[in-house]
């Protein structure tokens, strides 16, 4: 079973998923709701950054 939280992503919530361990990223899939403002260049830079190697839904 998975965490499947809503995430808006901003500043804060990126910096977070940031700080989050491989081990416990394991244990979630994020719903990242993309704003309009996003550019979807920088939105695919920044998951990969932030969310590596993971599986969000988008």
């Given amino acids: 079973?998975?965490?499947v939280p809503v995430m808006k992503w901003k500043r804060g919530e990126?910096?977070?998923i940031r700080h989050i361990n491989d081990?416990?990223?394991d244990h979630c899939?994020?719903?990242f709701n993309i704003m309009r403002k996003t550019i979807p260049e920088d939105y695919a830079y920044?998951?990969?950054?932030?969310?590596?190697?993971?599986?969000p839904f988008i």
């Fill in 1 to 3: 079973m998975k965490y």
């Fill in 14 to 16: 990126r910096v977070a």
């Fill in 46 to 55: 920044q998951i990969q950054r932030d969310w590596a190697n993971q599986d």
């Fill in 29 to 31: 899939k994020p719903v």
């Fill in 23 to 25: 081990k416990t990223k």
